[in-house]
T-cell receptor, first 112, second 112 residues
Framework: ETGVTQSPTHLIKTRGQQVTLRCSSQ?????VSWYQQALGQGPQFIFQ???????GRGNFPPRFSGLQFPNYSSELNVNALELDDSALYLC???????????FGSGTQLSVL | AQSVTQPDIHITVSEGASLELRCNYS??????LFWYVQSPGQGLQLLLK??????LVQGIKGFEAEFKRSQSSFNLRKPSVHWSDAAEYFC??????????FGTGTRLTIIP
């Protein structure tokens, strides 16, 4: 049990559409991070949030955006979907000082 | 730039044989180091982590890893593999910003 729940588990969209992925975690002063894992690749860092503010971003365009809410849930939004956005999207709850890093099971996004 | 390298894309071992998966990192300072395992269609499960102290780290499922600063390596080992160990293995590193950088993964196949 990681304490990180992602929804939905699978999603199919068409090119140009918008998608929202959700992540909920147990309470605490956590950093919530999002990663994209393309088929056959390692996860790539998208961005992270701490206390509802974005405080780090990887090499992803602005059409990838996020939110963190006071209840520690988080959203990843992707606009103008492209075929290459097809991937497993992972949410992680990280408390490095306490050596705790938990990943959700991910949302598999397919863009057709 | 920070990077993690897993030189072996695919490894095949016989059930009961020993296993070593290689990982090298390139960071300005010694990062935190991790090994994750991922079964098909699943999220990431943390096997073990190194933050500081004893350079030989014990993890779950009988895995261990050794941190060698002189070689910038953090290799994963298991004395005797089981068929259930077949999966994708990812080495990852974290600097001060709590961002994880992953290697490209090593796919482990177990033969009877």
């Amino acid at each position: 049990e990681t304490g990180v729940t992602q929804s939905p588990t699978h999603l199919i969209k068409t090119r140009g559409q918008q998608v929202t992925l959700r992540c909920s975690s147990q309470s605490g002063h956590n950093t919530v991070s999002w990663y994209q894992q393309a088929l056959g690749q390692g996860p790539q860092f998208i961005f992270q949030y701490y206390r509802e503010e974005e405080n780090g971003r990887g090499n992803f365009p602005p059409r990838f955006s996020g939110l963190q809410f006071p209840n520690y849930s988080s959203e990843l939004n992707v606009n103008a979907l492209e075929l290459d956005d097809s991937a497993l999207y992972l949410c992680a709850r990280i408390i490095a000082t306490n050596e705790k890093l938990f990943f959700g099971s991910g949302t598999q996004l397919s863009v057709l | 730039a920070q990077s993690v390298t897993q030189p072996d894309i695919h490894i095949t071992v016989s059930e009961g044989a020993s296993l070593e998966l290689r990982c090298n990192y390139s960071y300005g300072a010694t990062p935190y180091l991790f090994w994750y395992v991922q079964s098909p269609g699943q999220g990431l499960q943390l096997l073990l982590k190194y933050f500081s102290g004893d350079t030989l780290v014990q993890g779950i499922k009988g895995f261990e890893a050794e941190f060698k600063r002189s070689q910038s390596s953090f290799n994963l080992r298991k004395p005797s593999v089981h068929w259930s160990d077949a999966a994708e293995y990812f080495c990852a590193a974290m600097g001060g910003n709590e961002k994880l950088t992953f290697g490209t993964g090593t796919r482990l196949t177990i033969i009877p």
